[in-house]
């Protein structure tokens, strides 16, 4: 696979606390520059890096970030002031310890009211992989296949492990054919990238894929 076809997948992203301006707006070029699937950036800076990409480069940020466990009606207005600041696309977090309670029903109800604030902009649903197990993870597939959701991702990369190739696998056996796949957290090279591709993912959430091209275009060999 070419890189820059690994890249158009990529979700380049920085969601540290301490991110500043500054290195929001060297995401941001170094997304348009490389071809990136977009820039997954804190809330708080979404007006912002929109004014400054206007249509280079879709916008995404994350919302319920990285717990899951905010009310319902403060992650649809989280939503809604995310699109209304010119978020493209959402990834928003499941309330994990409703998972762990088998709540599926509240959990899809929580996530189509989040997609219906969207207000038709892209939904990722993080679910958290690391923190559940295969059976929790297949229910939560059903979820997000019948909320009207777009996306399944398996992590925030603020817990105790990120994407694993066997949950991918899992999300690709068990999500409704509309439901794409976002891998995250933990990617660290090009050959995994690859392989998470592979096995179904369309988007990588990720930071390093694009600092490898660039260390690689420094080079001469990209």
Known sequence: MELKDILAK???TLLTQTATWAEIQALCDDGITYGCASVCIPASYVRQAKAYVGERLPICTVIGFPNGYDTTAAKCFMASDAVANGADEVDMVINIGWAKDGLWEQITKEIAAVKAACSGKLLKVIIETCLLTDEEKIALCKCVSDSG???IKTSTGF???GATFHDVELFAAHV??????KAAGGISSIADAEKFIELGASRLGTSRIVKLAKGMANDGSY
Do not use: G
């Open 159 to 161: 817990s105790k492990a």
């Open 176 to 181: 409704a054919p509309h439901v794409k796949i």
């Open 149 to 151: 959701a777009d996306y």
């Open 10 to 12: 990529c979700d380049h």
